[in-house]
């Protein structure tokens, strides 16, 4: 395993998830959608949880930490997807990371609990979106590591 390439496209995909994320999830129309249903008991703000603004925090270093999995993972499954180009690579990684985890964490959620359908729902499709753009830039950033790495270095001096 090449760590260093590994980490540096998981962080720079794991940013991404996060700008992705907060475009989607913090957006003007959001609060409105999830207004309703505000006061079931299946459904609560992180806000009310541990205060605003701590919580972007924590959501920033999981998002991380999941792109460095995904950048782990996609070191062992790019042999499986030599034959297509950078981005449908990146395309077809995030669709199976995304139906491989996401999917069946959505349904455990809708199955089990008395969590409303429409956010889960948006939840679902924000994932899929997020995961797909996040997967493209890592499998961008992972192949044209030493193109960047030489750029790095060409840049410091």
Request: glycine share 8%; no cysteine; aromatic share 18%.
């Amino acid at each position: 395993m090449k760590i260093k390439r590994i980490i540096t496209s998981g962080l720079i995909a794991g940013s991404t998830r996060f700008l992705i994320g907060s475009i989607l999830y913090l957006s003007p129309w959001v609060p409105e959608l999830y207004q309703e249903y505000e006061r079931n008991l299946g459904y609560r703000y992180l806000n009310n949880l541990i205060g605003p603004g701590t919580w972007l925090g924590i959501i920033l270093i999981v998002d991380w930490v999941l792109a460095i999995f995904m950048a782990i993972l996609y070191s062992y499954a790019r042999k499986g997807l030599s034959g297509f180009s950078k981005w449908t690579r990146g395309i077809l990684f995030g669709f199976s990371v995304w139906l491989i985890a996401n999917v069946p964490a959505s349904y455990h959620a809708w199955l089990i609990y008395e969590y409303p359908n429409m956010p889960n729902t948006i939840d679902i499709f924000d994932v899929f979106l997020i995961n797909i753009i996040s997967a493209v830039v890592l499998v961008i950033v992972y192949e044209e590591w030493r193109q960047l790495a030489y750029y790095a270095h060409a840049a410091r001096g």
